[in-house]
Every structure is written in C-alpha cells, then in structure tokens.
C-alpha cells in the first residue's frame, strides 16, 4: 500500500511539474490583452466528510468520517481565451467509516456488519476504503476568480481495511487492537460524479459514488457521497 502511495505522488509531481513548465513557455500577454489564470487547478486538495449510503439501518455511524482525495490534472485550454476549460490527471481517494459494527466474513464467505453489544466498551471500529482514479472535468472560470466544474473518475480500488479498539465483542474480557486486511468482495472497479465551486483558491466540494464498494450479493451494498472543501495550490 505504501508502494502505490508513492508511486501516486510521483505521477501527480511530474504533472504538475509538466503543467508549470508548459505555462513558462507560453508567450507572455500584451499589455491588451487579459492577464492568465494564476490558479489553474493543476493540483487539488479535498477535505471531505463520508455519508456511506444504503448502509444497514442497524448500524450507528459516527457524526463525523473524514477522508481526502488529491488529483494532479492537466489544465486544457480552449482556443480565444474561452472560460471554458477541461481537466484530466490522475488521483488518489480514502475514505472512512466509524461505527458500532465490525465488518467480517460469515460462514458463507459474504461480508457482512456485526453489531457490538452494547455493554462492550471499544473506542474505535473503523473501515477505511481507497482508490487510485483517472478524473475528468469540464471547468469554467469567470474572470473574477468564480469557477465552477463538474468532472467524473474512473477508479481502481486500491485497498479496504477494518480497524478495532476495544473489549473483545465475545465477552472474554481481553482487550483488543488491531487492523485486519481480511476484506474480501470488495469491487475490482468504481465510478463517481463530482462537482466543485469555489473562488479562486478554495471552494466546496461533493462527490456520488454510483458504484457500490463490494460485488454484488457478496457484501453490504454501500457506497459513499462525500462534502467537503477544496483547495487549489496553482
């Protein structure tokens, strides 16, 4: 997992590093003529909260999930200075989800949500899902700072993981820290719609999952949508 990490950071490096020289080479503007875009979206942050929809009704989740997606994307101009514009890079997602249930595998090898008994005290059960994805947008920008884009990823899902603290559900007494990566089912491939808005270099942020996390009849049928704000560094 840490490999992918790094081999993720070193594509977004060399875009942005691509996308800055690119923007050095161009020829600079008259004194007519409007001055460029400093902020191009070429590199994006975003900061975001998990709904995970069409979870069990039994399931409590915590208030607060956090996660994060960073994408390194081409700014493709249109000719005559147009506000319109389109992007296309590569990015990485993770995403979080506290709640009073541990994820595990049945007798019949289907993922399934076990409730913790209430009278057994754990501080954390958590299951955590990412993604490596290829984003493509359509941005327009006002010459204000105001910008609006909508985009969609094609992802891969790169990993999904449950982590527990607390006393052993069983009732043994024996207290319990570990991270198990005995997921199984999960869906090779995801896809998500998005839309961001903001001013110049911040905005808000939401994206829809539209496929689920696991295959189908081999897991709970969850997916997540996510708000959040984002933050454009050049």
Partial sequence: MKKIIFVIFICLFQLCSIGSMMGQTQPQPSKTEKKPVFIRDRFMFDFHHSFWMNAPERISPQKFNPGFTVSGMWDFLLPNKAPISFGLGVGFSYYTHFSNAMLKKDGSGIM???????????SESKVT???????????????????????????????????????????????????????????????????????KALGVYFCY???????????????PMTVGITVNFF
């Fill in 112 to 122: 399934q949500y076990y409730v913790i008994p209430e009278n057994i005290d754990f």
């Fill in 129 to 199: 899902y990412n993604n490596i994805n290829i984003p493509f947008e359509v941005r327009y920008r006002h010459h204000s700072g105001f910008k609006v884009s909508l985009g969609m990823r094609l992802g891969l899902t790169t990993g999904i993981s449950y982590r527990y603290k607390g006393l052993d559900p069983l009732g043994t007494g024996a207290r319990m820290n570990y991270k198990s990566y005995e997921v199984y089912n999960k869906a090779k491939f995801n896809y998500d719609i998005y839309a961001r808005t903001g001013w």
């Fill in 209 to 223: 999952q539209v496929t689920k996390i696991f295959d189908a009849n081999k897991g709970p049928q969850i997916y």
